[in-house]
């Protein structure tokens, strides 16, 4: 090999060794989890158990079916994730399915 052949091997090595140096490194951001009143109460819970969030439901206001209400058409009031259950986080999620027949 040729002093000028492997001139140009180091050269091309030590560009390709600096640039995956100072290239970021490419992390997915986390999926968008809805707010509170963004989306329905199936949709809000659907989204926290695919990010895999221990989804606990609390009712403020009526139960869905019970009530002739289907979870899709209650509300979310409040989203609190803190704290965990072991390598799981957890959502408590609070959920409004008040009736609006009566």
């Not at 949709?43 to 926290?48: E, L």
């Not at 990010?51 to 979310?76: I, K, M, R, W």
């Given at each position: 090999?040729?002093?000028?052949?492997?001139?140009?091997?180091?050269?091309?090595?030590?560009?390709?060794?600096?640039?995956?140096?100072?290239?970021?490194?490419?992390?997915?951001?986390?999926?968008?989890l809805?707010?509170?009143?963004?989306?329905?109460?199936?949709?809000?819970?659907?989204?926290?158990d695919?990010?895999?969030?221990?989804?606990?439901?609390?009712?403020?206001?009526?139960?869905?079916?019970?009530?002739?209400?289907?979870?899709?058409?209650?509300?979310?009031?409040?989203?609190?994730?803190?704290?965990?259950?072991?390598?799981?986080?957890?959502?408590?999620?609070?959920?409004?399915?008040?009736?609006?027949?009566?």
């Open positions: 090999m040729s002093a000028l052949t492997r001139r140009s091997v180091s050269a091309l090595c030590f560009a390709a060794a600096t640039a995956l140096t100072l290239a970021p490194l490419a992390v997915a951001d986390p999926p968008a809805p707010d509170a009143g963004d989306e329905s109460a199936a949709s809000t819970v659907g989204a926290y695919d990010a895999n969030y221990d989804v606990q439901l609390q009712f403020e206001n009526g139960v869905p079916d019970v009530g002739g209400v289907p979870l899709s058409q209650c509300t979310v009031t409040d989203i609190n994730t803190s704290g965990d259950a072991g390598e799981q986080p957890l959502a408590y999620i609070t959920v409004n399915c008040a009736s609006t027949n009566g």
